[in-house]
């Protein structure tokens, strides 16, 4: 196991102990007193005031922890990573979402080290799990609102989900069971006219094939005869980013058997895939730094045309597998907005039905 995969473990398995990590309870105190600790422990500074800590205070006290890597210019817009860590029940939650958390606080120890062109706000959020998604109570939504540098932001990052190899029902082994195991999920490329270019020619470690859709499909379910069901609601933290206009990406691995499940434990995780991601994320932090995202060219509900960053990625990601990924979803081609909007419904199929 190198440096960074252990670094992965020991943060998942001090966050994803046996009773969880509920808003208002023991579990989630220590979380956040852990939290605090590690990130003095990096050397990140505050983002607001002498603290990590972003309290507020609606029913609960929440605790958002934000802290913040100097660039090399300071005083423009900041890129945040983000990535909540409540837990969705009293168990461990590794997946969900511990390893996002790990991921995000080794990426902040190396931009210490080697520091981007501009500012990195690191945030991790309280409050994404119900009873508190799609409220204002979320921590995102509170730190868009309460918190945001006056610069704005200029481009978000959020991870949820990122820990566990993926499964399909495929008939393949070896190598092309290996490279679905390996899949990383992406939306947000459709936010602004600049990021279909800018993942293309980010660096990505070989064995992390990734697969990109629209956020709108996400969620939204297909049934084989082409019924859609099912009202779209954005799966994470990049809601509030998404729907005021900044450019984001978001990065998981999508749903799995252990999902909300007491099964979500340390040891079923890839730390060596989540070492990947974490490169991944070093890298899209470095290009998003050094690019410039006007906002005229992003306004908030834009839609960028991506199928040929989609299709590309398709092509890479499973190679001489795909017409076996068309023929089980029963897809005869994948050429058109039209067909991979259908992709993407009807693969959900596997994740959550």
């Known amino acids: ?24 309870t023991a579990g989630h105190e220590i979380a956040r007193r852990y939290l605090l600790g590690r990130m003095a422990e990096i050397g990140l500074m505050p ?11 609606h029913g609960y006290e929440f605790h958002n922890l934000v802290g913040m890597v100097r660039g090399l210019t300071s005083g423009t817009a900041p890129v945040l990573v983000g990535a909540h860590y409540d837990s969705a029940l009293d168990a ?24 981007p062109a501009r500012d990195v706000i690191v945030a991790l959020f309280d409050a994404e ?3 508190f998604y799609w409220s204002d109570d979320m921590g995102s939504v509170r730190l868009y609102h309460d918190h945001r540098p006056p610069t704005g932001f200029h481009a978000a990052v959020v991870m949820d989900l990122v820990g566990h190899d993926v499964s399909l ?53 297909e049934s084989m005869a082409g019924e859609s069901a099912g009202e779209h609601r954005d799966l994470s933290d990049h809601y509030v980013f998404r729907t005021h206009g900044v450019p984001y990406l978001f ?8 999902y909300h499940q007491p099964t979500d434990t340390p040891e079923r995780l890839n730390y060596v895939k989540m070492a990947r991601i974490c490169e991944f994320l ?41 017409p076996l990924v068309q023929q089980v979803i029963g897809l005869p081609r994948i050429a058109t907005r039209g067909d991979l909007d259908t992709l993407a419904r009807r693969v959900q199929r596997f994740f959550w039905e």
């Open 251 to 258: 990065l998981s691995c999508g749903q799995w058997a252990h």
């Open 92 to 115: 461990p939650c590794a997946d969900d979402n511990a390893a996002a958390v790990a991921i995000a606080l080794a990426a902040a120890e190396r931009l210490l080290a080697a520091p």
């Open 47 to 57: 983002y607001r005031g002498d603290s990590f800590d972003l309290p507020y205070t």
């Open 129 to 131: 799990e119900a009873p």
């Open 169 to 221: 029902p495929l008939p393949v082994s070896g190598p092309a069971r290996e490279r679905i195991a390996n899949l990383l999920f992406m939306t947000g490329a459709e936010s602004h006219p600049r990021l279909s270019e800018l993942v293309r020619r980010t660096p990505r470690p070989a064995d992390l094939p990734l697969v990109a859709t629209l956020n709108r499909n996400v969620g939204k379910l």
């Open 1 to 24: 196991m190198t440096s960074l995969e252990h670094a992965l473990k020991a943060d998942v398995e001090a966050l994803a102990i046996a009773d969880g990590r509920l808003v208002g």
């Open 282 to 322: 070093l890298a899209l932090i470095g290009s998003l730094a050094e690019e410039e995202l006007s906002r005229a060219e992003g306004p908030a509900g834009i839609e960028v045309d991506t199928t040929a960053l989609e299709i590309e990625l398709l092509h890479e990601a499973f190679g001489p597998a795909l």
